[in-house]
């Protein structure tokens, strides 16, 4: 069994141990030590990183009681090697997670919903409950989780004899083979838990619930805890900035100004409509009614403007008409439509001709192609015609 020197103290950053053994498997090295301060993944927890002799450690896994460090490099067995813990991360995974002790055991009291899942990863921390909670509830939530922060609680853990464990109320019963370890934040929350704590609460810092979605019944809550707060709030902080800079408003004020600017940009797009109606009847009005072919080149359409300017010819009893829209040297898009001719034919021939892709209904095709404006215009024309 390696002695887990995280249990006598939490915030054991560096410590010296001897290489039981050093196994390699495929890519990688498997140490055993005598001792460790290194947290192995489970109950949701990634596991900690660091160095043994500067050795990268990547990851750590137990088993029966042994924990294997997986190394980047060979370590000698006998061998006494000082391991060096990724101390900020594993403070922050600290912080986590005893503010989700706090979080949790607060939603167990006031609503007697159960912590049914639990990830602490390198960015996020989520926590799924059996019951529904409000944003209100949570918010409430959070308020009462802050204020056990700033009564600065010893986090007390205990390790209970099976008969004093009947005497204990506390969440996260599963049956555990051997020795269960109880971890306590007096008036907030009693659990059983192997992961290693902050001493107080204090060194939590600010718990701040970021999100909440129904999942499986319940809810998905996403927490902040210390310093990834701080980060989270330093990243919202310069992102509400720039919108304001770019709004010209008050940083408390720029919901009001962006819901300002979307109803101008729904104004605005109004106003394009109808003077693009009115720009497309002006070119319609531009052309001879009844005639057998019309093909039209005009690098101002864009959108569905094309179409409508087909349509408003086809009104004008023109045969045939293709309106292309582009330009030489990056292509034209194309619409063919008609009221009497099966205009999918046409396409086919132009898109074999000038390297295009499209088709459509018989009254109306569209697509791509590549070519120069004269060269097109006299082929529509004679492929037109030739029909
Ligand atoms: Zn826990």
């Not at 947290?39 to 450690?57: C, I, K, M, P």
Request: with cysteine; net charge negative.
């Amino acid at each position: 069994m390696t002695e887990k020197l995280f249990y006598k103290d939490s915030h054991l950053a560096e410590f010296t141990a001897s290489v039981e053994s050093c196994e390699k498997e495929e890519k990688y090295y498997k140490v055993v030590l005598n001792r460790t301060a290194f947290f192995s993944e489970g109950g949701g927890q990634s596991a900690d990183t660091g160095t043994l002799d500067g050795v990268r450690v990547f990851d750590v896994q137990e088993k029966d009681g042994i924990l294997y460090h997986m190394t980047e490099k060979p370590l000698e067995q006998g061998k006494t090697v000082t391991g060096k813990i990724d101390w900020e991360e594993r403070f922050s995974k600290m912080q986590q997670h005893s503010g989700e002790h706090i979080v949790s055991g607060l939603i167990h009291r006031k609503y007697g919903y159960n912590n049914v899942g639990f990830h602490l990863g390198q960015d996020t921390v989520t926590m799924d409950f059996d019951g529904v909670l409000t944003k209100e509830q949570l918010r409430e939530i959070e308020l009462l989780a802050n204020g056990a922060v700033v009564k600065n609680l010893d986090i007390q853990v205990d390790y209970p004899t099976k008969e004093e464990l009947h005497t204990i109320e506390y969440r996260s019963k599963i049956e555990i083979e051997g020795q269960i370890r109880i971890v306590t934040i007096d008036g907030y929350d009693v659990c059983a838990c192997c992961a290693p704590h902050v001493k107080k609460t204090g060194e939590i810092g600010l718990i701040k619930l970021t999100n909440v979605q129904n999942y499986k019944g319940g809810v998905r809550i996403t927490m902040l805890c210390g310093f990834r707060a701080l980060a989270d709030y330093n990243e919202k902080e310069a992102s509400v900035r720039k919108v304001s800079v770019l709004m010209s408003a008050k940083e408390n004020e720029i919901d009001e100004a962006v819901e300002q600017l979307k109803e101008e940009k729904a104004q605005l797009k109004n106003e394009i409509a109808l003077l693009q109606d009115k720009l497309l009847r002006s070119k319609a009005s531009r052309i001879e009614p009844g005639q057998e072919t019309v093909c039209l080149f005009d690098s101002e359409l864009s959108g569905n403007a094309p179409r409508e300017l087909v349509n408003l010819l086809l009104e004008k009893d023109v045969k045939i008409c293709g309106v292309f829209f582009g330009n030489d040297s990056e292509g034209y898009r194309y619409v063919v439509g008609s009221r009497s001719v099966d205009t999918r034919p046409i396409a086919k021939s132009l898109n074999e001709t000038f390297s295009g892709r499209g088709g459509g209904k018989p009254e109306m095709v569209q697509g791509s192609l590549k070519g120069m404006e004269s060269e097109i215009y006299q082929f529509f024309a004679c492929s037109v015609l030739g029909k």
